[in-house]
């Protein structure tokens, strides 16, 4: 079904392939225009992104990316409210596609009540408005996508908002060994690359009508793990789970015995980078064996490129296509989330 390219164009009305082919440029864009946006920063000493969703996960990837780079503590707040050591030397960053996700609305109100330096990064919506009107920065991105398809803006911005603010250098030559990477992996997994030669369409295959369970390993691949399980259920429209190494070593991996059917059910995803520990790699192996038996299957998808930024974002890229070709398979649109629109209407009554 997945090599029949008239059936999936029928079924992607909004354009999600289009997207996810056009990543490279998207963070091209991104950072021409982050080129163009300058503030005025002074004396950080921690830095808050503040978002939901696909826009968090940009932030969490700048964190991991960084780990070992940056001397002054990034966090990541998904909460309604902000942290208490949030205050005049904090960078906040208040990342919303939309501009209009009440979670990131109310920590950029307390945030500013905190006196911090604040940035947003936005298409527009109240986040923009109000920005402007309180006289912080703003960085305005493109319209036009699904938030979580705008992982290159909301990645690439907060990355060059470090650099404007003096916090890291120039991270411009590995954003574009990225890209490069980024536009040679889609050749392999676009849908004009047949299913036997195609790794999206073989792991979409593998994941329909079962439960991906994507393992990722803690200071590498964690937030891409956290990324391919909520592209299955946004774009897939399937449930989906993910867990990290080590710490799953530690309690999850009792309960690959019960229930068993279920388990069977069950495709465990092992995502892997060359930067992981060496006793993780070790760990990876000897789960396999106790729960190999146990699932239907344990997968491996090895990161591609010759940099850490180019590693995550290849396995973000091959989730990704991985995610809408199962859409596909499930028969639907990847681009509509109809079950989040109601939520945000029941909760605006
Ligand atoms: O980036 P934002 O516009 O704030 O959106 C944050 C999140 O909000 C909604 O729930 C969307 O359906 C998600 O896909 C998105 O990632």
Same mark, same amino acid.
Request: glycine share 8%.
């Given at each position: 079904?997945?090599?029949?390219?008239?059936?999936?164009?029928?079924?992607?009305?909004?354009?999600?392939?289009?997207?996810?082919?056009?990543?490279?440029?998207?963070?091209?864009?991104?950072?021409?225009?982050?080129?163009?946006?300058?503030?005025?920063?002074?004396?950080?000493?921690?830095?808050?992104?503040?978002?939901?969703?696909?826009?968090?996960?940009?932030?969490?990837?700048?964190?991991?990316?960084?780990?070992?780079?940056?001397?002054?503590?990034?966090?990541?707040?998904?909460?309604?409210?902000?942290?208490?050591?949030?205050?005049?030397?904090?960078?906040?960053?208040?990342?919303?596609?939309?501009?209009?996700?009440?979670?990131?609305?109310?920590?950029?109100?307390?945030?500013?009540?905190?006196?911090?330096?604040?940035?947003?990064?936005?298409?527009?919506?109240?986040?923009?408005?109000?920005?402007?009107?309180?006289?912080?920065?703003?960085?305005?991105?493109?319209?036009?996508?699904?938030?979580?398809?705008?992982?290159?803006?909301?990645?690439?911005?907060?990355?060059?908002?470090?650099?404007?603010?003096?916090?890291?250098?120039?991270?411009?030559?590995?954003?574009?060994?990225?890209?490069?990477? #980024?536009?040679? +992996?889609?050749?392999?997994?676009?849908?004009? =690359?047949?299913?036997?030669?195609?790794?999206?369409? @073989? *792991? &979409?295959?593998?994941?329909?009508?079962?439960?991906?369970?994507?393992?990722?390993?803690?200071?590498?691949?964690?937030?891409?793990?956290?990324?391919?399980?909520?592209?299955?259920?946004?774009?897939?429209?399937?449930?989906?789970?993910?867990?990290?190494?080590?710490?799953?070593?530690?309690?999850?991996?009792?309960?690959?015995?019960?229930?068993?059917?279920?388990?069977?059910?069950?495709?465990?995803?092992?995502?892997?980078?060359?930067?992981?520990?060496?006793?993780?790699?070790?760990?990876?192996?000897?789960?396999?064996?106790?729960?190999?038996?146990?699932?239907?299957?344990?997968?491996?998808?090895?990161?591609?490129?010759?940099?850490?930024?180019?590693?995550?974002?290849?396995?973000?890229?091959?989730?990704?296509?991985?995610?809408?070709? #199962?859409?596909? +398979?499930?028969?639907?649109?990847?681009?509509? =989330?109809?079950?989040?629109?109601?939520?945000?209407? @029941? *909760? &605006?009554?």
């Amino acid at each position: 079904m997945l090599d029949d390219l008239n059936k999936l164009q029928e079924l992607d009305k909004e354009g999600m392939l289009d997207a996810v082919y056009h990543l490279p440029e998207q963070m091209e864009e991104a950072l021409s225009i982050s080129e163009g946006f300058n503030f005025k920063a002074s004396n950080i000493k921690n830095v808050v992104v503040s978002g939901m969703g696909g826009s968090a996960i940009g932030g969490d990837l700048v964190r991991v990316y960084l780990m070992d780079r940056v001397r002054i503590p990034i966090l990541v707040n998904r909460a309604y409210s902000i942290p208490a050591f949030v205050d005049g030397s904090t960078l906040f960053i208040a990342s919303s596609y939309s501009g209009n996700t009440e979670e990131t609305l109310s920590t950029y109100a307390e945030a500013k009540q905190k006196g911090a330096q604040i940035v947003a990064i936005t298409t527009g919506g109240k986040l923009k408005e109000m920005a402007l009107a309180d006289g912080y920065p703003v960085l305005t991105i493109p319209a036009g996508y699904q938030p979580r398809a705008a992982i290159g803006y909301s990645f690439v911005t907060t990355l060059m908002t470090l650099y404007k603010a003096g916090i890291i250098d120039d991270p411009k030559g590995e954003i574009n060994d990225a890209i490069g990477v #980024l536009k040679d +992996l889609r050749e392999q997994l676009k849908p004009e =690359v047949m299913f036997e030669d195609n790794n999206a369409k @073989q *792991l &979409a295959d593998d994941f329909y009508g079962r439960l991906p369970v994507i393992y990722g390993s803690a200071g590498t691949t964690e937030i891409v793990a956290q990324r391919w399980k909520g592209q299955m259920s946004e774009n897939g429209k399937a449930m989906a789970y993910y867990n990290v190494f080590s710490e799953l070593n530690h309690n999850e991996i009792v309960g690959f015995e019960f229930p068993k059917e279920l388990l069977k059910k069950f495709v465990i995803v092992y995502l892997q980078d060359d930067e992981d520990h060496p006793r993780i790699k070790r760990r990876m192996e000897i789960t396999r064996e106790i729960i190999e038996d146990a699932v239907y299957k344990v997968d491996e998808v090895q990161a591609v490129g010759g940099t850490r930024l180019a590693r995550l974002f290849s396995l973000i890229y091959i989730g990704d296509y991985t995610s809408v070709y #199962l859409a596909f +398979l499930n028969g639907t649109d990847p681009s509509p =989330v109809k079950r989040i629109s109601y939520l945000k209407d @029941q *909760l &605006a009554k």
